[in-house]
């Protein structure tokens, strides 16, 4: 069976400092990855994925995650915290059933301390 | 862009009353769009899967005579919650796929709608 697991519940950082969000799935195959991120009362947005192509993925405001496989992980990245970041993040693999669906982690959420 | 639109985005309800939520997809056809439910400060959970044209696929645990999903078009699904009880206020949030997205399993979600049952 197809999981994700996301490890902190709530992770705080100063801005301008380094964010690692932790991404851990079970799949038995090669996996489509997502990070997406929700700001209060609104729907989410897709900081990055990976389908299979480069490990390193590069997203959107300054976000990364590397696919590693032997680790199961894909940990979100982003050199230098911005107050804007603060929100819920969320760590998806994509299922391959006969309706395509999605399996969305239990969420991480990001504090910025200024 | 790609762009998903929800309506209502807030409302109020009383308890026995019946409410409508529409998911459209702006400016692509979609011919699967995903409905979630979100409780305060949890993930997202999957409600059901509904393709256009055809009946929509529940998730275990989800009673598809109290949330009844319509798909009648390429770019509108619609959640209608069906004697609406405290217990249902959420946040329920859509997501559609692009028609022909499926290999790059890519979502695109609505801003969601905060459903509050008095």
């Known amino acids: 069976a197809q999981s994700v697991t996301q490890l902190d519940s709530h992770v705080s950082v100063s801005e301008g400092t380094p964010v690692l969000l932790r991404c851990n799935y079970s799949s038995s195959y090669s996996p489509s990855l997502f990070w997406y991120v929700q700001h209060p009362n609104k729907g989410l947005q897709l900081l990055l994925k990976?389908?299979?192509?480069?490990?390193l993925v590069k997203g959107i405001n300054g976000f990364e995650a590397e696919f590693k496989k032997s680790e199961t992980s894909f940990h979100l990245t982003k050199p230098s915290a911005h107050m804007s970041d603060a929100a819920e993040y969320f760590c998806v693999v994509r299922l391959k059933t006969s309706y395509d669906k999605v399996i969305f982690g239990p969420g991480t959420s990001l504090s910025v301390i200024p | 862009g790609a762009v998903v639109s929800q309506h209502p985005s807030w409302v109020i309800c009383k308890s026995g009353t019946s409410v409508k939520i529409e998911c459209r997809s702006l400016d692509f056809q979609a011919t699967t769009m995903f409905w979630y439910r979100q409780f305060p400060k949890q993930s997202l959970m999957l409600m059901a899967t509904?393709?256009?044209?055809?009946?929509?696929?529940?998730e275990q645990g989800v009673e598809k005579d109290k949330f009844l999903i319509n798909h009648a078009s390429l770019t509108l699904s619609t959640l209608t919650v069906t004697s609406a009880h405290p217990e249902d206020s959420s946040f329920y949030i859509c997501?559609?796929?692009?028609?022909?997205?499926?290999?790059?399993?890519?979502?695109?979600f609505g801003e969601g709608s905060r459903l509050t049952v008095l």
């Open positions: 509904s393709n256009e044209g055809s009946k929509a696929t529940y």
């Open positions: 990976y389908t299979s192509a480069a490990t």
């Open positions: 997501s559609a796929r692009k028609l022909g997205g499926q290999n790059t399993g890519e979502l695109f």
